[in-house]
């Protein structure tokens, strides 16, 4: 069973920049899988931020993270990664990577649609 483990979080100033890991173990993704960061700030739902397919590397973002944030994966080291850009103190939040087995189409990025998580790293954002 695959295990997901994320970091790279931290305190950064706005306009900063960082990069988020997220390390797969316990399984190798399959060929099909659907892996994703999330983020939850205080008081609000876990929001989908971005996708991508492990095997194609075919990518999808929410709105608000088109042209600051990228995601890559990394096939022979099993690790996800998002390079932010350009914070703002609204992109404070806690981050989760998630993935699940199958991608499906239409894909879906609800939160109830993926199988596995990590246990967060804390993104904050201020001056």
């Known amino acids: 069973q695959v295990q997901l483990v994320d970091s790279g979080g931290g305190l950064v100033q706005p306009g900063g920049s960082l990069r988020l890991s997220c390390v797969a173990s316990?399984?190798?993704?399959?060929?099909?899988?659907?892996a994703a960061w999330f983020r939850q700030a205080p008081g609000k739902e876990r929001e989908f931020v971005a996708a991508i397919k492990w095997s194609a590397g075919g990518t999808y973002y929410n709105e608000f993270a088109k042209g600051r944030f990228i995601i890559s994966r990394d096939n022979a080291k099993n690790t996800m990664y998002l390079q932010m850009i350009n914070l703002k103190p609204e992109d404070t939040a806690v981050y989760y990577c998630?993935?699940?087995?199958?991608?499906?189409?239409?894909?879906?990025?609800?939160?109830?649609?993926?199988?596995?998580w990590g246990q967060g790293t804390q993104v904050t954002v201020s001056s």
């Open positions: 998630a993935a699940r087995p199958t991608s499906g189409w239409p894909p879906s990025f609800d939160v109830s649609s993926f199988t596995t």
């Open positions: 316990g399984a190798t993704f399959s060929a099909d899988t659907m």
